[in-house]
């Protein structure tokens, strides 16, 4: 939690490209007080002071500021999903941890900075299954999942999709485990999965849907 004397610098720092120290302290506030908070962004990875002696905000501080006012719990968070086909049957992870403990769904991952969805897709993809498959996006949705009217995941999906003819898989590791399935023959099944799987059938590229689990 950012204490309140910070955010103040912060959202000082963010109305200039860089900015003096005396410009940055509110001049009822105490020098020892100012100087403890300063430090305590810097140190944090907020603020860089610079060789002339002046203060700006890193990149991590820039962040801070874009997503200042964001309640995060309803804001979408972009993931990918991975679905792989071996003959008639996809191949699943049983998730061993929160949220949605205990259901089954793609193997997802998250976009990363210099890195293509592609590349990250395929590495997030051999490490959780040991497959080295060749993918391609399918298309993006909007899914809002709910569990007893409680939020569990807001998400903008970018779909990606492979095939192999191999079914020698890892089992899975602590956050869940893997398996081959048809999609209709398994209990626990995320209902948005025949919605993906839907999707890349009919050649379609986008949908927006809210689910009950």
Known sequence: MIHHIQRTILDTLATSEKLRYRDIKPADLDGNIFGYHLKSIMSGGYVDKNADGTYQLTSKGRN???????????S??????????HGSSYLLRRRKVQPMLGYSGFI???PEP?????EAATNRLRDKS??????SIRGSALITQSLNDELQ???HVVILYGETKSDNIKSGDETGEN???EINAVDDLLPSCHDIID???SGDSWFEKSYDI
């Open 76 to 85: 979408a968070h972009t993931i990918f999903l991975i679905i792989i086909r």
């Open 199 to 201: 999707l890349i059938e």
């Open 153 to 155: 995941s807001y998400s």
């Open 130 to 135: 040991n497959l080295a498959i060749s993918l």
């Open 179 to 181: 398996f081959w399935s």
């Open 108 to 110: 997802h991952g998250e």
């Open 64 to 74: 801070y500021i874009v997503h200042r006012y964001e309640d995060s719990s309803r």
């Open 114 to 118: 210099g890195m293509s969805v592609i």
